[in-house]
């Protein structure tokens, strides 16, 4: 079965992606939308706005990045300088340090670039197509979440009616956690990108970094991507720095202010303000962010925390699949006496309450 579904997912991913995050939007969206309505403004209209005011938002931040990478772009001249510097010195530091000739220093760059040119269409290919690719899911993800806003009320009759009467009441109650569940946990990551993306723009600030913004904003934003994300970039910072600054206590500093913040991030933000809205403890978290980007790439990174929260939500409500939602989890340390009446019944299958 799980085998039939992540096949199912990596085929179909060019169509589940733009409806999942359709779904996401609409359901972040909601609150504004019936706002709106009640206003006595017409349902399609008021739908219409909530996207559109979405979009503007989207579009304005996209505006301000590209604004700051048009900045940066207009100084990769300098850059280049500055970088051919860096490396006439970090070869003659690997011809003293390690004995290497110059010559044989350039037959391996040789090499290397040579290997990188013959690829080099391939991914200019690439990266036009990925760019192509995603302009069509910003259109589809807009005309989709309008939809299922408008459409809101049909598809949840249609949800309620697959299932027979005796069940309603759980499926309400599936829907209206998943609902409260993935809007909060967008505000929460929302929330999150904000504050990092304002302390390390605030940090870099400080310390005369150039391009402190765009940097500040970039991290916060490869932060999505479990470790790899800030390690990355840190790095890009770092190289940047190299290129625009002379003083090389900026990198000391930049690496451990940097690191700071993402300690403070990662046990005390991230838990309270996004961590505190999905109850997934960290195995089933790391497993499933990979389990994720292996069948969607970067999108599958983003959509696997609401999924697996989902799923727990509806595994605590499914007799016979309780076990699962133990196992997805954080109630480590809880007390049998404090469990869930179902979830204590579940428990009691797998280990017997002594009498």
Known sequence: MLFL????????????????????????????????ERLKIPRA???LTAVLSAV??????????????????????????????????LRDWVSHKFNISFTQQTVFIRNTTKEITNSGGEYVGQTFSSLTETLIVIVLVTIYTFLILFYRHLIRRFILAVFIKEHLSRVEEVLAESKSMVKNYML????????????????LLCLGIKYAIFLGIFIAILNLVPYIGII????????????????????????????IVH?????????RIVGSKVKINALMAITGVLFGGSLMGLAGVFLALPTLAILKIIFDRVDGLEP??????????????KLSSRLKKATNKIIPEKE
């Open 5 to 36: 579904l992540g096949s199912i997912a990596y085929l179909g991913r060019g169509i589940i992606v733009p409806i999942y995050f359709s779904i996401l939007l609409a359901i972040l969206l909601l609150p504004l939308a019936n706002a709106i």
């Open 263 to 271: 300690i403070v991030d990662s046990n005390i933000l991230m838990p």
């Open 188 to 203: 929460g990551l929302l929330t999150e990108m904000a504050i990092i993306a304002t302390v390390n723009s605030i940090i």
């Open 56 to 89: 503007i938002v989207i579009v304005l931040l996209i505006y301000f990045l590209s604004t700051q990478i048009s900045s940066f772009v207009s100084d990769v001249p300098s850059i280049k300088k500055h970088l051919t510097e860096h490396y006439v010195t």
């Open 324 to 337: 699962w939602g133990i196992l997805l989890g954080d109630e480590v340390h809880v007390k049998r006496s």
């Open 232 to 259: 990355t970039g840190i790095l890009f910072t770092v190289l940047v720095t190299l290129t625009t600054s002379s003083n090389a206590n900026d990198i000391l500093w930049i690496i451990i202010s940097l690191g």
């Open 45 to 47: 209209f008021a739908d």
